[in-house]
């Protein structure tokens, strides 16, 4: 029990200055007292529940997902009897199936086959994603439910990544970003205190495509609405330069921009006009170099979300993989749409459903009220402790201190963010803290009830001691590491605090205190001690 070698105790006091000196600029910070600048700052980020910022949800449409879906299949079987030489007809999405005619009756089984591997794929519930039917020369694809819940949730997920890489680019700290439901997303930014900006770019699909015009189109029909067969009409992004009219291009053949690598807001050369410059990965900068070089001297529209920006003529191929787009943009709203095509473009438009912003005034109430809780708990611990147990309590109690600055000192080195469950999960973790001092001194009461000396009583009251306080808190590790798995947000936040805070407590109650006991009977060896 007397027996602390140098380099444990130094071991001990090193870890608990250091992870205490990195609780000050917390606490300064709380305080509104400056941190000096020439000194590291680690600071914990506070939650939006206690900082404030914007709350946003986000919903996307099942029935796109649908057409989405339908519009993909259609292409993937006009590819797939092109590569086998089966002629079809006009392919349909209609009545959310995808259905044609064979030109030459005679090969419709030949149709089925090279069609057979596109069904063959299963969902997750290990049903078919596609019911394939043949009537006479007419073949229909039809979805399954099954099919169809998968791709939703694929969607969603992709999306859910695209909104964070999105979110991650724009510098903010520690955003919650979760599903909520079959088709929203909720995020949460502290801080933010104008959502306008984040709203511009999550509601943004960032959609790149490069389609041919159509030139055969009738001006007329295309006034009257009417595109042609295998083209479609799409809106100008900027009218007042471009016309309210519509441009016709052709549905199929394009470039989408799911192939690139890089995206720069810069400007251009001559007139000094924002523009985003784009380069491909090596497959997209083969696939744009042939589409620029069949079709030179041809117009070709660079759409965005469903809208074209510009239909440039095609002058020259363009081999290089890069490209530039411009479209009447700023610099925020060209740096905004970089940062949107190098994340990745959403799978499904999001639609913003619910907004509000969190006051900085309301966070600060609840830290003065989480603070008042924590402060008057504490001071009641230790007046309780220190009545109790003496001598023995007043090292509980600076060990109960410690704990708290070493907690914020942990969450701050490791850029945890606090919010208001976490300060519910601090104010547990000093009840189990004290737990642990208490559960130590009565077992030392026992030992020297059975007649003891003091150095074996106490040796056996922190050895005894320890093996339940161990035991007591391997447990609620394993719930808090459960709850950081499985919860999102605050029951995050509150793990985190939980398991912090369980790790500090037996640091301190177990090992900082023993070493204080164990100089204090070195020192004064005792014939008896006052519990």
């Known amino acids: 029990m007397l027996d602390f070698p140098l380099w444990r105790r130094l071991t001990l006091w090193a870890i608990t200055i250091v992870t205490c000196l990195a609780a000050?600029?917390?606490?300064?910070?709380?305080?509104?007292?400056?941190?000096?600048?020439?000194?590291?700052?680690?600071?914990?980020?506070?939650?939006?529940?206690?900082?404030?910022?914007?709350?946003?949800?986000?919903?996307a449409s099942a029935d796109q997902i649908r057409r989405q879906r339908l519009d993909t299949m259609a292409e993937d079987v006009r590819n797939r009897l092109r590569q086998a030489k089966i002629a079809v007809g006009d392919i349909s999405t209609k009545d959310g199936t995808v259905s044609f005619m064979v030109t030459d009756p005679a090969k419709g089984d030949a149709a089925r086959e090279a069609l057979q591997t596109l069904t063959s794929g299963a969902?997750?519930?290990?049903?078919?994603?596609?019911?394939?039917?043949?009537?006479?020369?007419?073949?229909?694809?039809?979805?399954?439910?099954?099919?169809?819940?998968?791709?939703?949730?694929m969607a969603m997920d992709s999306a859910t990544d695209v909104v964070r890489k999105r979110i991650d680019k724009m510098g903010t700290r520690e955003p919650t970003i979760i599903r909520q439901g079959a088709n929203r997303i909720v995020v949460?930014?502290?801080?933010?205190?104008?959502?306008?900006?984040?709203?511009?770019?999550?509601?943004?699909?960032?959609?790149?495509?490069?389609?041919?015009?159509?030139?055969?189109?009738?001006?007329?029909?295309?006034?009257?609405?009417?595109?042609?067969?295998?083209?479609?009409?799409?809106?100008?992004?900027?009218?007042?330069?471009?016309?309210?009219?519509?441009?016709?291009?052709?549905?199929?053949?394009?470039?989408?921009?799911?192939?690139?690598?890089?995206?720069?807001?810069?400007?251009?050369?001559?007139?000094?006009?924002?523009?985003?410059?784009?380069?491909?990965?090596?497959?997209?900068?083969?696939?744009?170099?042939?589409?620029?070089?069949?079709?030179?001297?041809?117009?070709?529209?660079?759409?965005?979300?469903?809208?074209?920006?510009?239909?440039?003529?095609?002058q020259e191929p363009i081999l290089g993989g890069q490209a530039r787009i411009s479209g009447s943009f700023t610099?925020?709203?060209?740096n905004q749409l970089a940062i949107a095509l190098v994340s990745g473009?959403?799978?499904?438009?999001?639609?913003?459903?619910?907004?509000?912003?969190?006051?900085?005034?309301?966070?600060?109430?609840?830290?003065r009220k989480g603070m008042i809780a924590m402060g008057v708990g504490t001071l009641a611990l230790m007046i309780f402790i220190a009545v109790t147990y003496g001598r023995f309590g007043m090292y509980a109690n600076a060990a109960l201190a410690i704990n708290g600055l070493m907690i914020l000192g942990i969450m701050s080195l490791?850029?945890?963010?606090?919010?208001?469950?976490?300060?519910?999960?601090?104010?547990?973790?000093?009840?189990?803290?004290?737990?642990?001092?208490?559960?130590?001194?009565?077992?030392?009461?026992?030992?020297?009830?059975?007649?003891?000396?003091?150095?074996?009583?106490?040796?056996?009251?922190?050895?005894?001691?320890s093996r339940a306080i161990f035991d007591a808190n391997i447990t609620n590790i394993i719930a808090a590491v459960l709850m950081f798995l499985i919860g999102s947000g605050p029951v995050r936040g509150f793990a985190i605090v939980l398991m912090i805070g369980i790790g500090t407590s037996v640091f301190t109650a177990v090992w900082l205190t023993r070493m204080w006991v164990a100089g204090y009977l070195r020192r004064n060896r005792p014939s008896d001690i006052v519990l």
């Open 24 to 59: 000050l600029p917390s606490i300064f910070a709380v305080s509104n007292v400056p941190w000096p600048a020439q000194l590291i700052d680690p600071k914990v980020n506070l939650g939006l529940d206690l900082a404030g910022g914007s709350h946003i949800l986000l919903e």
């Open 345 to 367: 473009a959403l799978p499904v438009d999001l639609k913003v459903v619910e907004e509000r912003s969190v006051g900085p005034d309301l966070g600060a109430d609840s830290i």
């Open 123 to 153: 969902s997750m519930s290990g049903q078919r994603d596609w019911d394939l039917k043949v009537d006479g020369g007419k073949i229909v694809l039809a979805p399954t439910e099954a099919g169809i819940k998968q791709a939703q949730s």
């Open 188 to 314: 949460q930014v502290p801080g933010l205190k104008d959502p306008a900006a984040l709203k511009a770019l999550l509601g943004q699909t960032a959609k790149l495509e490069f389609k041919m015009v159509d030139l055969t189109a009738d001006p007329t029909l295309v006034a009257q609405g009417i595109a042609p067969a295998g083209s479609e009409l799409l809106p100008y992004a900027n009218p007042e330069k471009d016309g309210t009219g519509r441009l016709a291009v052709r549905r199929y053949g394009g470039i989408k921009g799911d192939q690139l690598t890089n995206a720069v807001a810069s400007n251009d050369d001559r007139t000094n006009e924002p523009v985003v410059q784009i380069t491909f990965d090596q497959a997209g900068g083969a696939k744009f170099a042939r589409l620029t070089t069949e079709n030179v001297g041809k117009p070709f529209a660079i759409v965005l979300d469903g809208k074209v920006l510009s239909a440039p003529n095609i």
């Open 414 to 465: 490791l850029d945890a963010t606090l919010t208001l469950p976490g300060i519910a999960g601090f104010v547990l973790t000093i009840g189990a803290a004290v737990d642990a001092n208490v559960l130590i001194n009565e077992r030392i009461r026992e030992e020297r009830a059975r007649g003891r000396k003091v150095v074996q009583a106490v040796d056996m009251g922190y050895k005894e001691a």
């Open 331 to 334: 610099s925020e709203s060209a």
